[in-house]
């Protein structure tokens, strides 16, 4: 009689190729990018009705726990209450409208504005007011709580939306937890968490990373790791992916190298293999990688069951609609954010943080501080850096008279994909 060893697979990510939409052909308009305009439109029809991410569930890990985080002209204040549960605010107190919070995350029992003391609890309920029989108008305090915001919690992170009606995050995130799950965010570990105040539209950044037609340019290095020709695209019904190959060569060499290439046995050593132990072809080192990581499992202290082989070495890359990147990996995901300027269409904030599987052996890492730069203050590492120098150009070439929108490729569709969804926001 045989045994059956029954995978532990209560959930996987699907691989396969989704229905491909018909998005047309237009030319997607320039002014998206460039005017005070459409930047108010995305105010009033885009930001204030989505889900948006806060902040990690393990930035506020304890009673008290408050973190601010901006978007548009709102500051928002997202703290953690006395029953566990985390809640987000308008960081306005009620009284002149001074921030109740100015720095960016720290722990208080309740939440006092420093300009009169006027004090919430972590529920936002206002429960002190200095000389409050002095109000004409009457006490305030049954009147005047922070307003707050609707929050929940999926995959490690707090979300937040402005509208206070709409769908919930489970509606709004749609596939996304299934498709994910597998890879157990809320466990990973954050090591980087950096903002970057960036001269060019937030679409404009978003769209670099959606696309790897420009990898053999901007990045040559990358053709030496990635396969940026057989990227499997697909577009569900606001969010998307590409499913890139990491961990080979690309076809646009034209040729296999005949030596592991310096980047490829760089990745070899750091998953534990010994590049000079490497008898293979360079093209197999993928499909070596990923038999040796799910062979080491056990005494690497991980767990693969979830997982397929592709995504033990390659890059499931994930939109999600609006301005969030995901980078994932089996063991490592970077995630990228963009955030709209308060008033400029031409800058906005770009936050990048790092997470990392912890192994069941090992302690987690501290929680990294948050870091807010200016542009060229910090390098983000090679890659990033080379889009960081070149996305101001394209923002400053987008507002030429010469220019008039953004004429896209196939390989390129995840951007037409993305106005798509973002004009179905603008003209409901
Ligand atoms: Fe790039």
């Known amino acids: 009689m045989v045994a059956i060893t029954r995978v532990k697979q209560s959930v996987i990510t699907p691989a396969e190729k989704a229905p ?12 998206r990018y460039t005017t005070p305009e459409f930047m108010a439109l995305e105010w009033e029809k885009l930001w204030t009705k989505v889900w948006l991410v806060g902040c990690r569930e393990d930035e506020i890990p304890e009673t008290g726990d408050y973190l601010t985080t901006d978007i548009g002209t709102e500051s928002l204040l997202i703290v953690r209450g006395e029953d566990g549960k985390a809640r987000t605010f308008y960081n306005v107190c009620n009284h ?3 921030q109740v919070k100015f720095d960016h995350s720290g722990n208080s029992r309740t939440l006092q504005c420093a300009y009169h003391f006027w004090e919430y609890d972590l529920t936002g309920r206002l429960v002190s007011v200095p000389d409050e029989q002095d109000f004409t108008q009457g006490c305030p305090k049954d009147q005047l709580s922070l307003k707050t915001i609707r929050t929940d919690v999926w995959g490690g992170w707090v979300w937040f939306s402005l509208d206070p009606e709409g769908e919930s995050l489970q509606e709004y ?3 996304i937890p299934y498709h994910l799950g597998p890879y157990h965010f809320d466990r990973m570990a954050m090591v980087m968490n950096v903002t970057v105040e960036s001269d060019c539209n937030w679409k404009t950044s978003v769209d670099a990373f959606n696309e790897v037609y420009h990898v053999q340019c901007i990045h040559p290095e990358l053709s030496y790791t990635i396969d940026d020709v057989d990227v499997q695209i697909d577009l569900y019904d606001r969010h998307n992916r590409y499913l890139v190959p990491y961990h080979t060569y690309s076809p646009r ?6 030596e592991v290439p310096e980047i490829l046995s760089n990745q070899l050593k750091a ?5 000079d132990d490497y008898i293979g072809r360079v093209g197999e080192i993928r499909s070596a990688m990923q038999d040796y990581k799910r062979r080491t499992q056990q005494e690497r202290g991980v767990d693969y069951s979830e997982l ?3 995504q033990l070495t390659d890059n499931y890359h994930y939109m999600i609609f609006p301005n969030l990147t995901l980078n994932i990996f089996s063991d490592r995901m970077m995630l990228f954010r963009q955030r709209p300027h308060e008033t400029d269409p031409n800058k906005m904030y770009y936050d990048v943080t790092v997470h990392v599987r912890v192994p069941d052996n090992q302690p987690r890492p501290p929680m990294p501080d ?5 542009f060229g203050e910090r390098s983000l590492g090679l890659v990033l850096d080379q889009d960081a120098v070149n996305l101001p150009h394209v923002q400053k070439g987008m507002n030429s008279a010469a220019f008039e929108g953004l004429w896209i490729s196939s390989q390129e569709r995840r951007i037409r994909h993305m106005h798509h969804t973002l004009m179905k926001y603008i003209e409901a």
């Not at 491909?20 to 002014?31: A, F, R, V």
């Not at 060499?253 to 005949?258: A, D, I, N, R």
């Not at 948050?370 to 200016?374: L, S």
């Open 253 to 258: 060499l034209g040729y296999e190298p005949h």
């Open 96 to 98: 002149r409208g001074n």
């Open 370 to 374: 948050h870091e807010h730069v200016a």
């Open 173 to 175: 995130l749609g596939i």
């Open 271 to 275: 998953v534990g293999m010994n590049p």
């Open 20 to 31: 491909e939409p018909n998005l047309g052909s237009e030319l997607i308009p320039k002014q």
């Open 308 to 310: 397929n082989d592709d």
